[in-house]
């Protein structure tokens, strides 16, 4: 029952530029969330967009939702070798089982020093 | 800050041994929840829980059982452990406005 995917599967920068990932979901959604999990350790919390919310900021992230084409975006500006990591968007929908978070596969970012 | 803690970072088991994998959250969530992650596969849901002595099977039940017999503790049960189990665990618990809280994982290995 996968929900979000996220695209690309892997990408590869230098420290300073800035990192964009994107993560699309099928279904009607109340609240989308993305996460950070370092090589071999659990999941982070990163940020949680509600489906009324357009934009969010937290420190150098910047999230973006499109509930017409489903899609959001995660922004990471100004990267640094600490942000390397795996990135999950996951999608919550409305109610009982659907309001658990389902999760996309993830993107590898590789900041490069 | 919330701490999920979840009992053994690695475990080597063999085929057919009863597994125990144990969960224990400090900031009285009702809701947990097990997953596995296999590269390529992402996570998925094996069972969740919303109260005490409940549970609600996943995406991914077969083969595996769940106890949650008091609010901060959530244990995943392998009855007969087998290779296809090996992978890597993730306990969570979930905050007030639908945020997961994860532990570091166990990582088992099933010979």
């Known amino acids: 029952s996968q929900q979000g995917e996220e695209d690309p599967q892997a990408l590869s920068i230098q420290e300073g530029e800035n990192a964009t990932m994107n993560c699309s979901y099928k279904t009607s959604i109340n609240n989308l969330q993305w996460y950070r999990q370092n090589s071999g350790r659990g999941l982070v919390h990163l940020i949680l967009?509600?489906?009324?919310?357009r934009e969010k900021h937290s420190g150098r992230l910047r999230v973006t939702l499109d509930t017409s084409k489903k899609s959001s975006s995660l922004l990471i500006t100004a990267s640094r070798a600490a942000d390397t990591a795996s990135y999950f968007c996951?999608?919550?929908?409305?109610?009982?089982?659907?309001?658990?978070?389902?999760f996309g596969k993830g993107t590898k970012l590789s900041v490069k020093p | 800050d919330v701490k999920v803690t979840q009992s053994s970072r690695y475990l080597v088991k063999r085929t057919g041994e009863k597994v125990f994998l144990e969960c224990v959250q400090d900031m009285d969530h009702e809701n947990m929840f097990w997953y596995r992650q296999d590269p390529g596969l992402g996570l998925r849901l094996i069972y969740f829980?919303?109260?005490?002595?409940?549970?609600e099977k996943g995406d991914i039940p077969e083969g595996y059982s769940v106890s949650r017999e008091k609010k901060e503790r959530f244990s995943l049960i392998l009855e007969s452990a087998s290779t296809n189990q090996t992978s890597m665990y993730l306990c969570?618990?979930?905050?007030?406005?639908?945020?997961?809280?994860f532990g570091e994982g166990s990582r088992l290995t099933v010979l």
């Open positions: 996951a999608t919550r929908g409305y109610g009982g089982s659907q309001g658990n978070l389902i």
């Open positions: 969570a618990s979930q905050g007030g406005t639908g945020e997961l809280f």
């Open positions: 829980s919303y109260d005490v002595k409940m549970k």
């Open positions: 967009i509600r489906s009324n919310e």
